[in-house]
């Protein structure tokens, strides 16, 4: 699925497109599209003045063909979310279209922009300035501008798992499973200790995990394990960088203990057992550590 790497590779790959203008839309099925009619009145004729991520979303600037009497309407936004096995492509206009796609944005110099997705997990729509604001006001913090006292502040009170925390889009936007996963290695951190557990020592570690992963990944074009491919059809390179995801069963490339999987957050999670231990039992509440301190003083007999 793609995530902040691959959504930021196939942004960038999509970045000269600014100056060109959509010259017609054309779509195939449109379940996963908000207001179709919306987009094949507004964007026919625009001009994309920039194209940038956020969060998973991949988020078209674009100057309207008819300027608006308000100006409240302009610019419009197109917002295109991959889902699980959505692309993104350049093509020529000529070229045949692959099974799957679902809309074709015709540009003005030959070429068709066309989304294609076999499960249609994908979501796309037009959005006013004020709609936009909406959409992405209860979003976390980018991991690539995050300092670590943000990390802190965002983590550190939560008494949840971090991979769960992690994986919050409210928390931070961007990462999904693969990076989560990795970050936690990269980080020595079990997916199942608590955000509030950890120490400042710890934060630090995560922090500059989450940065290296994700960058690492950015550089190398993003995981392609299914689906994925960058907006010129490329494969990414960072599978072959993966330490945990989907390694289980495979030796630890540090400490060569076997990978495990177990689900966090309803979700596949894998780790090492060895260089990512098992959180200390939940720290006990004044009441219950007085009652355990008091049982070390006067052990019960023993069961047998
Ligand atoms: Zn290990």
């Not at 179709?36 to 063909?65: C, N, Q, W, Y």
């Not at 006013?128 to 983590?155: F, I, Q, W, Y």
Request: aromatic share 4%.
């Amino acid at each position: 699925m793609p995530e902040i790497a691959e959504v930021e590779t196939v942004a960038r790959g999509l970045r000269p497109l600014a100056g060109r203008r959509i010259l017609a839309v054309r779509f195939g099925k449109t379940d996963f599209i908000d207001q179709p009619d919306r987009i094949e009145t507004l964007l026919p004729g625009s001009r994309v003045i920039e194209v940038r991520r956020h969060g998973k979303m991949l988020l078209f600037r674009m100057e309207p063909a008819v300027p608006s009497p308000n100006p409240a309407m302009a610019p419009i936004w197109l917002i295109v979310h991959l889902g699980m096995t959505g692309q993104l492509v350049l093509h020529e206009a000529a070229r045949p279209a692959a099974p799957h796609t679902h809309v074709w944005f015709t540009l003005d110099d030959g070429r068709e922009l066309r989304y294609t997705d076999i499960r249609r997990f994908g979501h796309m729509r037009i959005a006013s300035p004020e709609e936009l604001t909406t959409l992405v006001a209860p979003l976390g913090a980018d991991p690539l501008e995050l300092t670590v006292a943000e990390l802190r502040r965002r983590l550190g009170t939560r008494h949840a798992r971090v991979k769960a925390l992690l994986l919050d889009q409210h928390v931070l936007r961007g990462l999904g499973n693969i990076y989560a996963d990795e970050s936690l290695w990269r980080a020595r951190l079990h997916p199942m200790r608590q955000g509030s557990d950890l120490s400042e020592e710890e934060m630090g570690r995560l922090w500059r995990a989450i940065r290296s992963v994700v960058s690492e990944a950015i550089r190398l074009g993003g995981t392609s394990i299914s689906d994925y491919v960058d907006a010129l059809g490329r494969r990414g390179g960072y599978q072959k960088r993966l330490r945990v995801y989907r390694r289980h069963g495979r030796r630890c490339a540090r400490c060569s203990a076997t990978i495990e999987r177990v689900i966090v957050a309803g979700r596949g999670t894998h780790f090492c057992p060895r260089c990512q231990p098992a959180p200390r039992p939940a720290r006990a509440s004044r009441h219950s550590r007085a009652a355990s301190a008091k049982k070390r003083l006067h052990p019960a007999p023993r069961l047998r």
